[in-house]
């Protein structure tokens, strides 16, 4: 008896010994943080850079967005990032620029049966509506339209009816279409994508660019987020981690639904990535795997802008859709706005007029840009 109780007894130590050095369940918590995504795109040429990097922050995102021009052409390098990204516990979205692969379009038909919940969407494109602001069009130069409703017009038609967003939107399963833009967030969704990165980055303001994704996806019933960009355009690119935690906290408290990091070009194994950015993002993923007593900034104010009123608003001098300079319009809007910042952020969002969509019943207090804003 003596015999069989020390046995039992040696077995449950066993046992207790066995889950004591289990490693912890990386999988279960990173689909759990607080409902939130968070990650770093993957932007390099290579499976094995790629391996490198999900090796590198399994343990603290679960989210890998797949960014890659050579990648996104390259049938077998796709499927194989994706398997291992998926098989380390991470959800993927992978970008296409266009689609003029052969493999492309049935790719788009097999990608949810082959990852499941783990494929999120498609990143399509980069900034298109905020590069109207800063690129010379040769079609718009050479055929400009005459007023802001033909542009608006023109540019959310243009998205949904030519190849590319218009593809993943009429495949037998839709696929959710995911970019990123620095302005015009606004026409962003309507021209048919369910979610939009705000970059931050740059001299931005990080709280009206906030105000302006936020608003325009609440408002149009969308998905807003956030991609820490550069803040410098050569070495070391990226801010310090301590603004890069900043910055995620930032996106974090006020609603981001999926927050990562932009990380390119390669100047180390990783990419652009650093130390004091991988510990940034392991401090962020603790905090929100942790906290318990989290609420995001909810707005209850509302600034509302003209119909179709492209301007980037990043400066007084900023352009109209890139078409036109500042307007009669421009000083008002723009003092609105800052007396709204001022005022009520981080609880203010700013929209657009807009019949097709209601701003009433979701906001308590709104103000109209040729008001005063108290």
């Given at each position: 008896?003596?015999?069989?109780?020390?046995?039992?007894?040696?077995?449950?130590?066993?046992?207790?010994?066995?889950?004591?050095?289990?490693p912890?369940?990386?999988?279960?918590?990173?689909?759990?943080?607080g409902?939130?995504?968070?990650?770093?795109?993957?932007?390099?040429?290579?499976?094995?850079?790629?391996?490198?990097?999900?090796?590198?922050?399994?343990?603290?995102?679960?989210?890998?967005?797949v960014d890659?021009?050579?990648v996104?052409?390259?049938?077998?390098?796709l499927?194989?990032?994706?398997?291992y990204?998926?098989g380390?516990?991470?959800?993927?979205?992978?970008?296409?620029?266009?689609?003029?692969?052969?493999?492309?379009?049935?790719?788009?038909d097999?990608?949810?049966?082959?990852?499941?919940?783990?494929?999120?969407?498609?990143y399509?494109?980069?900034?298109?509506?905020?590069?109207?602001?800063?690129?010379?069009?040769?079609?718009?130069?050479?055929?400009?339209?005459?007023?802001?409703?033909?542009?608006?017009?023109?540019?959310?038609?243009?998205?949904?009816?030519?190849?590319?967003?218009?593809?993943?939107?009429?495949?037998?399963a839709?696929?959710?279409?995911?970019?990123?833009?620095?302005?015009l967030?606004?026409?962003?969704?309507?021209?048919?994508?369910?979610?939009?990165?705000?970059?931050?980055?740059?001299?931005?303001?990080r709280?009206?660019?906030?105000?302006?994704?936020?608003?325009?996806?609440?408002?149009?019933?969308?998905?807003?987020?956030?991609?820490?960009?550069w803040?410098?355009?050569?070495?070391?690119?990226?801010?310090?981690?301590?603004?890069l935690?900043?910055d995620?906290v930032?996106?974090y408290?006020?609603?981001?639904?999926?927050?990562?990091?932009?990380n390119?070009?390669?100047?180390?194994?990783?990419?652009?990535?650093q130390?004091?950015?991988?510990?940034?993002?392991?401090?962020f993923?603790?905090?929100?795997?942790?906290?318990?007593?989290?609420?995001?900034?909810?707005?209850?104010?509302?600034?509302?802008?003209?119909?179709?009123y492209?301007?980037?608003?990043r400066?007084?001098?900023?352009?109209?859709?890139?078409?036109?300079?500042p307007?009669?319009?421009?000083?008002?809007?723009?003092?609105?706005?800052?007396?709204?910042?001022?005022?009520?952020?981080?609880?203010?969002?700013?929209?657009?007029?807009?019949?097709?969509?209601?701003?009433?019943?979701k906001?308590?207090?709104?103000?109209?840009?040729?008001?005063?804003?108290?």
């Amino acid at each position: 008896m003596r015999r069989l109780l020390l046995t039992l007894l040696v077995l449950l130590l066993a046992f207790f010994l066995v889950l004591l050095l289990q490693p912890p369940n990386w999988a279960s918590q990173r689909t759990t943080a607080g409902g939130v995504y968070v990650g770093v795109t993957f932007s390099l040429n290579t499976t094995s850079e790629a391996n490198l990097l999900v090796d590198r922050v399994k343990h603290y995102t679960n989210l890998l967005i797949v960014d890659s021009g050579p990648v996104s052409k390259n049938e077998t390098a796709l499927n194989d990032i994706c398997d291992y990204a998926v098989g380390a516990g991470l959800s993927v979205i992978v970008y296409f620029g266009k689609f003029d692969q052969s493999w492309q379009i049935p790719w788009l038909d097999t990608a949810k049966q082959q990852w499941g919940d783990k494929f999120l969407g498609i990143y399509f494109y980069d900034e298109p509506a905020g590069s109207l602001l800063d690129t010379e069009d040769e079609f718009l130069n050479s055929n400009p339209p005459k007023t802001y409703d033909e542009m608006a017009d023109l540019f959310t038609s243009s998205w949904q009816t030519m190849p590319g967003l218009h593809t993943m939107k009429t495949r037998p399963a839709p696929l959710p279409a995911f970019t990123s833009d620095y302005a015009l967030y606004w026409f962003d969704y309507l021209a048919g994508y369910d979610v939009v990165f705000a970059q931050f980055g740059w001299n931005h303001t990080r709280i009206q660019d906030i105000a302006l994704v936020r608003g325009a996806a609440k408002v149009q019933n969308k998905t807003w987020s956030a991609i820490i960009t550069w803040t410098y355009d050569a070495l070391p690119y990226l801010d310090s981690g301590e603004r890069l935690y900043d910055d995620m906290v930032l996106a974090y408290e006020n609603g981001a639904k999926y927050i990562s990091v932009f990380n390119y070009p390669k100047i180390n194994d990783f990419g652009i990535l650093q130390e004091e950015h991988f510990l940034a993002l392991e401090r962020f993923w603790n905090r929100i795997t942790t906290e318990t007593d989290y609420a995001s900034h909810e707005a209850q104010t509302a600034l509302v802008l003209p119909r179709n009123y492209g301007w980037g608003m990043r400066n007084p001098n900023d352009t109209i859709w890139g078409l036109w300079g500042p307007d009669e319009k421009s000083t008002q809007v723009w003092n609105a706005t800052r007396t709204l910042l001022t005022s009520y952020a981080p609880n203010a969002d700013i929209v657009y007029d807009d019949a097709r969509f209601s701003v009433e019943d979701k906001y308590s207090t709104i103000y109209y840009w040729n008001s005063t804003v108290q």
